[in-house]
């Protein structure tokens, strides 16, 4: 292994390739420095793929580097320019306002792009600080690793690091800075910047930028930039999907948190859902619900009506654009829905009438309020031909969670006559389902006590959340207290888009 040092002395494979583009798509600046900085929280999995030696990770250097206070070798720190539609209303120029891309680290598995979150103002902050707090960095770390371990598409947390250095939002906040780990992180709003400025030339630098880099089977199509725009709109549409089914709820599906590449991006103010209820706002700033967990799927296609508006240029014609929409995010967002949605419920295969069934589940989820997780979870163990006379008792975790249990009772007859339809053991169907229903997701309350203990300079709470959400799928007894539904202090807690 080698040692911290030699470790960054020797690291060749570091680069930039976002900084072959042209200099108007970025500004070159080193991030702020951030004193007496200490790590909060960290991904050994992420530091493994990036073939990150443990001794660098408990080195010094660590926090110095991923503080923004120490280059790695090689890296070129800059900042990207981006515009975009923010809450459905053109926003005009945005770009990196406290995010420095460093570079990216090509190995076996893959190419990594490294951005540091909160490192200090850039030209794009818009007045504003540059700086990221300890509570919303702390989300966000936690968020993209508790993705990746539901198999979520999404961007990845290497970690957090936090310093006493004073923020004011509504009140005075510490910093923190948040390591991402991507692919690449082109949005939406990158090609809108060029669009919305008649820079044609741009639109298609940046186009052929993605294609080569990320995207090389485009390059064969016919025309390859009808093949990226329907590449990004089946991504965008099973990404929503995924969303759905776990119950996930961005906050803040701006174009500009869109990703190119079909990642969930930008954990602002997110949530799970709890008592299911598909008109809940995640984000306080949300004033007229625009981001709605039912409405997900209708803004993932709006927003790819805004980013096709924007590949005019290299398609010539509207509605060659919107047919590149049209024809594929519908079709992927529900397919994969309905895939997902089969595998929570066990039904070993489709039946014509599942799209009904489905939807009279979440009709019924809709109605009665159970816990959405909690819901899944549980049915995943039930049989599929009970005991007649012992069926109240092998169905009470799940009649539980119900005040009016005779309309519980009325769904599984419905479930498990769909379940006849397609029989298969209930050995076998039930670890399928808890393979597909998570016992654990972050929920707002879990991510709020492991803040409060880090304000207090316990990260121990932050390490151990951590530990559980990478495997969400199992029991881990160990954690069982995350499992738990909201405590009543929970009840006020809101999220927006502070941070």
């Known amino acids: ?54 001794g660098f990770q408990s080195s010094p250097q660590f926090a110095e580097i ?12 800059l900042a990207a320019v981006y515009s975009g539609h923010q809450f459905g209303v ?59 371990g539901l198999g979520v598409p999404t961007t990845r947390a290497l970690c957090v690091i936090g310093a006493d250095y004073p923020v004011r939002r509504e009140a005075i906040e510490t910093a923190a800075v948040v390591t991402r780990v991507a692919p690449g992180f082109v949005r939406f709003g990158s090609f809108e910047h060029w669009a919305s400025r008649d820079r ?32 990004v709109s089946v991504r965008t549409g099973e990404l929503m999907a995924h969303w759905m089914a776990v119950g996930f709820m961005h906050g803040v599906m701006n174009t500009d948190n869109m990703s190119i590449l079909g990642l969930t991006l930008d954990y602002g103010p997110f949530g799970f859902m709890e008592a299911f209820d598909s008109g809940h706002i995640c984000n306080h700033s949300d004033t007229y619900g625009r981001y709605t967990y039912r409405n997900q799927p209708h803004v993932g296609q709006w927003n790819l009506y805004c980013l096709a508006d924007a590949f005019l240029p290299l398609l010539k014609r509207p509605e060659i654009a919107r047919a590149a929409v049209d024809e594929t995010y ?59 006379e012992n069926q109240a008792k092998t169905d009470a975790p799940l009649r539980d969670l119900f005040v009016d249990r005779a309309a519980c009772d009325a769904w599984l007859d419905t479930w498990r006559a769909r379940l006849a339809q397609t029989p298969w053991s209930d050995d076998q169907r039930q670890v399928a389902m808890l393979a597909c229903n998570p016992k654990y997701i972050l929920r707002n ?47 006020g807690l809101e999220v927006s ?3």
């Open 1 to 54: 292994m080698n040692a911290p040092e030699s470790f960054l002395n020797d690291l060749p494979i570091f680069t930039n390739s976002f900084a072959a583009l042209p200099a108007a798509f970025y500004t070159r600046l080193d991030p702020h420095p951030l004193p007496d900085p200490c790590v909060v929280g960290l991904s050994g999995e992420v530091a493994d793929f990036l073939g990150l030696p443990a």
């Open 330 to 388: 519908g079709e992927a967002f529900e397919q994969t829905f309905a895939r997902l949605m089969r595998g929570k419920l066990g039904l070993l295969a489709a039946m014509p009438d599942d799209e009904d069934f489905i939807g009279e589940t979440f009709g019924f989820l809709q109605q009665h309020r159970p816990d959405f997780t909690t819901f899944f979870r549980v049915l995943s163990r039930l049989p599929a031909v009970p005991d007649r």
């Open 200 to 231: 044609d030339q741009e639109v298609r630098q940046l186009a052929d930028y993605v294609i080569d880099t990320f995207r090389p089977q485009c390059r064969a199509a016919a025309n390859p930039y009808d093949a990226l725009l329907r590449d």
């Open 445 to 491: 309350w879990l991510a709020e006590a492991a803040i409060r203990q880090a304000r207090d300079k316990d990260f121990s709470g932050v390490q151990r959340l951590l530990t559980c959400l990478r495997r969400p799928f199992d029991e881990q007894p160990e954690f069982e207290d995350f499992a738990a539904l909201p405590p009543d202090w929970a009840s």
């Open 497 to 499: 888009c502070s941070s």
């Open 90 to 148: 053109w926003a005009g120029q945005l770009g990196d306002g406290r995010a420095h891309l460093l570079g990216g680290l090509c190995n076996a598995s893959g190419h990594w792009e490294i951005q540091l979150k909160g490192a200090g103002k850039t030209p794009y902050s818009r007045g504003a600080d540059g700086r990221a707090v300890l509570r919303s960095s702390i989300r966000e770390f936690l968020c993209s690793e508790a993705m990746a």
């Open 66 to 77: 991923f503080a923004g206070n120490r280059l790695l070798p090689g890296s070129e720190p």
